[in-house]
């Protein structure tokens, strides 16, 4: 019978264990999705939770810190009495939850294993009944666990888990997850998962049609109907989806102009060398990095690549961002260094540097495009992103902040001397500019650094 009870909680223990540190892991891995997932939660419950959708990176790392640390001492058999209680804890919050989301099914998916295993809200609520039974047998049988390691010892795994799944979110929060779960991961080719197969199952849906006769109402379907009785009138009809039909990776990918609402999502995608910085939240994003992302833009501006700004903002936003942000930047650092000219060999007069960088800020204008926030925010895990693509082929992918500078610096040869001069004079050392420059709704002021 001990024997039975010490095996029990083994195998529990290690089960347990194992699952929580994947989902930890995986969940670690790219922790802004994590949060993403737990603002689409708070916003389906609706009412006060959307209230704490500040909160939602902070609950997001919490969770994610408790999961890995909790399946590490789990596996290691540090602190099991403790712990098992501590996962009979989430467990008991974890299984409610996921049966009301299989009940109303207000999100798709519950993100438990982050975007490595997607799973049904069905499939989810019964892993968590497992898991919570798992969790029943080890409370039963963790006295049959003798202690592996002392007092300091397992404080000392403790902390080292808590330091090590800290750093790897710090990582991949700084720069780009160093996993991507995601379709629009580098090599993959955006058209081809867009394609359907030609044997792919299709939605089906129950339609009902009611009609009314002599004042009363009556539910028909769609084959007996009375489709030619003149005594019938026609009320309504509803339809139910009854079975999901085959949906390709990337559903949703589409690109509309912001200046004439035209969309050229396959001319970016026969484009042979295209650009994308992505700003899914334009207004959100890091003022610091504007310089580098103006540098960018003008890279490709004069190499003549093609280069796209797409956003998921509203066109007020986006015409906020253009007037405030990007024209004062571009008006006064250039245009306060037209004197340069007058000691270039190679000058050029100041209509030709005023006209230039005219053009270079209608250039931006008409990059600008708009793109569903939620498939921004799937593209690429930062704000602002960049993604480079090859006739619809994913090449390259970086956090802007990451960039080399040597790469925004080699097109940028090509400029006039006197134009390169002006621009070079601007401070690019990530955007460290003055703080106090900026107003209290964050957007730069005339005397704001490039």
Known sequence: MNNLKRISAVVARVLLGATFIFSGFVKAVDPLGTTYKIEDYLKAFGGFFTSLLPLAEAAAICLITFEFVLGVCLLLNVRTKVTSWLALLMMVVMTPLTLYLALTNPISDCGCFGDAIVLSNWATFWKNVVLLALVIVLLFTRNAIAQTFSGKVEAAITALAIAAVAVFMWYNLSHLPVIDFRPYKVGNNIPQLMEYPDDAPVDEYQTTLIYAKDGVEQEFTIDNYPKNDPDWTFVDSRSVLIKKGYEPPIHDFEIVTYTDAEDITDQVLDDENVTLAVLYEIEKTDQ?????????????????????????SG?????????????PVLENRFGMRYALSATDDNAVNDSQIEGFFVNFYDYIERAICTTDPVTLKTIVRANPGIVRLSEGTITEKYNLRNIDDDKLNEPLEKLPQTIQAIYDSADYDDGAADTENYTDDDVYTDEQEF
């Open 315 to 327: 066109m007020n936003v986006i015409e906020d961002f253009m007037q405030q942000r990007v024209a």
């Open 288 to 312: 610091r990095q504007l310089g580098k992302l103006l540098k960018l833009a003008l890279g490709c501006y004069v190499d003549d690549r093609s280069f796209f700004l797409l956003t998921g």
